[in-house]
């Protein structure tokens, strides 16, 4: 059990479910898979209607292969999901169908938290198509929206509209809470708050989801001013190389379930063993800080690193410095140079893939990386093939807030709950 003082007696927290919908496609398979093959899925334009191509290459999801459960319910409750809000409960089904969760009855132990940003949540899309059908209806104002305002709405005082769909489609009456933010960090803060609250007793399984949402031309203006984003996604261009010029732009949702060990019902794919997410005055303060707390509350010493891995010149110097002097010249990888930064669901992404890793043994390439920056002394990237794990690994996965001026920086480690990867009959090595 971990050492950190204050906390020896705390539960064992597992993941026993993932769920991923990337450029890549539906699932964390085909997105690892496409690491270990070097693809990208970069392009440019399609954001906002007709318009010339943007000066930023983005990887997009492709929308027709997300579904929308059946039923009335979900019928009515669909005329209110925008695309968030089906990308969340698309990855949230697929966790908890690899956990063995139906999510047919009501579960009072199980809870949610999002990792969410204000363009993507609320009643923002709501709001606008109720007054214009009230301005027809013969119903009184009170009645109209008794009628018509869905559960997940402020009448029941839940802070995440995307959070009530996804405990529609779980079953779990437990907290349903979010984590706000626009950029990577929020994810590890959205596991932190999971792991505190199954830490406590208060519930016995967290689903935890992250949904990115496709940026508008004025989002990406905006990242872009604060700091300058990536106007290439070709060799070179990748995490850690000499030759990187900026964050690559991508898209996707990600839902992680943790579960009290004691109390699991699904297989357990991996023990979260420590995650912490935290603000300081400067950014590398915040990164050297939540490293030293993670390790601490951790207490194992990690094998491999799956980095943020931003692509900005300024932050992967800063995650850099913040690690290797922490840990020595891990193994590194990184997904932003085959699908980009997708910030509220990234760091639960790059979680996703670290736990398909310690189940696969190997660790996938960084994407479009060609030459490693010699600046960044002592980092070992993974260049071009996969790289094999070696007994009982051990991942650290770290994220970043993205801009000049973000002072958010999370970290996490999760562990193999077996000594090897499988063979082809299953059993471990």
Not at 177 to 191: M, N, S
Not at 301 to 306: L, R
Not at 382 to 411: K, M
Request: aromatic share 4%; hydrophobic share 40%.
């Amino acid at each position: 059990m971990p050492s950190e003082p204050g906390r020896r007696d705390r539960p064992d927290i597992v993941v026993t479910g993932i769920g991923v919908i990337s450029p890549a496609g539906i699932g964390v398979a085909p997105l690892w898979e496409a690491m270990a093959a070097g693809k990208t899925f970069f392009g440019t334009g399609g954001h906002d209607g007709p318009a010339p191509a943007l000066p930023w290459p983005s990887a997009c999801v492709d929308t027709t292969e997300i579904g929308w459960p059946a039923g009335r319910d979900w019928a009515n409750a669909g005329k209110y999901a925008n695309q968030s809000a089906r990308w969340a409960v698309a990855v949230a089904l697929q966790a908890l169908e690899q956990a063995g969760i139906t999510g047919d009855t009501e579960d009072v132990r199980g809870g949610t938290v999002m990792a969410v940003g204000s363009s993507s949540d609320e009643l923002s899309d709501v709001i606008p198509q109720l007054a214009s059908r009230h301005r027809r209806d013969p119903r009184p104002l009170a009645k109209f929206l008794h009628d018509e305002v869905p559960d997940y709405s402020y009448i029941r005082g839940i802070p995440s509209q995307l959070g009530q769909f996804v405990s529609m489609a779980s079953g779990f009456r437990g907290s349903n809470v979010a984590a706000y933010g626009e950029a990577a960090a929020g994810g590890t803060g959205a596991l932190a708050l999971a792991a505190r609250l199954l830490e406590s007793g208060e519930l016995d399984r967290m689903l935890v989801v992250g949904v990115g949402a496709p940026l508008t031309t004025t989002a990406m203006a905006a990242f872009d001013q604060d700091e300058p984003l990536g106007t290439r996604a070709t060799a070179g261009a990748g995490p850690f190389d000499a030759e990187r010029s900026g964050t690559l732009l991508g898209q996707g949702a990600a839902a992680v379930l943790l579960e009290r060990a004691d109390t699991a019902r699904g297989t357990a794919r991996a023990r979260l063993a420590g995650c912490e997410v935290l603000v300081a005055t400067v950014l590398t303060d915040s990164a050297r800080l939540v490293v030293d707390s993670v390790l601490a509350a951790a207490d194992t010493t990690p094998t491999v690193w799956w980095a943020h891995g931003a692509g900005s010149a300024r932050l992967d110097r800063v995650e850099t410095e913040a690690v290797v002097p922490r840990v020595g010249g891990l193994p590194v990888t990184g997904s932003k140079g085959t699908i980009g930064n997708a910030f509220e669901c990234s760091a639960l992404i790059d979680t996703a893939l670290a736990v398909e890793s310690l189940g696969r043994g190997e660790l996938p390439p960084v994407g479009l990386l060609r030459r490693p920056d010699p600046v960044l002394g002592g980092l070992d990237p993974v260049v071009g093939e996969n790289r094999p794990l070696g007994p009982a690994p051990t991942a650290l996965i770290t994220a970043f807030n993205h801009g000049r001026h973000s002072t958010a920086a999370g970290a996490l480690v999760v562990t193999a709950t077996h000594e090897g990867p499988a063979d082809e009959g299953g059993a471990r090595t």
